[in-house]
């Protein structure tokens, strides 16, 4: 499964990405994570290249993706390219554009700083990739210091997460 996150930096598509590819090697899956950003890291473009599969993974970057989750109109214009008539597309509640086929997840009642868990919920969901008992625990590992900080935040996520 080839997936692409796009966003502007600040918006979490790296931090999901990441938790994303942990999930997967702890489900015993090969899964390979490259980041893609330029030196302005918040306010930029970010785009995140996951890939979960089966057999060795070669390069993580890809030519169309089988999933994309779009969290910003300027990032959508950079991962056009790696979109097809197949690529399921999932986009954040801060997205404007609309754009044919795609899924707009809804705000819901949570702050914009756990939409990138909504989405990966809904990315979970749609492809199938990893057991929530590792998205979870990936969470956990990758937030520690956030959690320690404001325990409600955990509670916030998990809804986010399993937002459906």
């Known amino acids: 499964m080839k997936i ?3 966003g502007e930096g600040g918006q979490g ?5 990441e938790i994303l590819a942990k999930a997967a090697f702890w489900d015993g899956q ?3 994570y490259i980041p893609n ?7 930029g473009v970010s785009l995140a290249f996951v890939v979960i599969d089966q057999t060795p993974i ?6 169309h993706a089988d999933l994309a989750a779009i969290f910003s109109d300027r990032s959508y214009q950079r991962v056009k390219s ?9 986009l954040s509640p801060a997205m404007t554009k609309t754009i044919k086929g795609a899924i707009k997840l809804p705000a819901q009642d949570l702050p914009n700083r756990s939409w990138n868990i909504l989405i990966l919920g809904e990315i979970n969901r749609q492809g199938k990739l990893v057991s929530t008992k590792n998205l979870i625990k990936a969470m956990e590992e990758r937030f ?4 320690a900080k404001n325990p ?13």
Do not use: C, M, W
């Open 4 to 6: 692409i996150f796009a």
């Open 13 to 17: 598509v790296q931090v999901i990405a």
């Open 30 to 32: 090969p899964s390979l």
């Open 37 to 43: 950003f330029g030196v302005e890291q918040r306010g």
């Open 58 to 63: 070669a390069y993580p970057k890809f030519e």
């Open 82 to 90: 790696h979109l097809d008539a197949k690529t399921k597309i999932i």
């Open 144 to 147: 520690t210091r956030q959690y």
């Open 152 to 164: 409600a935040l955990q509670q916030i996520n998990l809804k986010a997460l399993n937002y459906a």
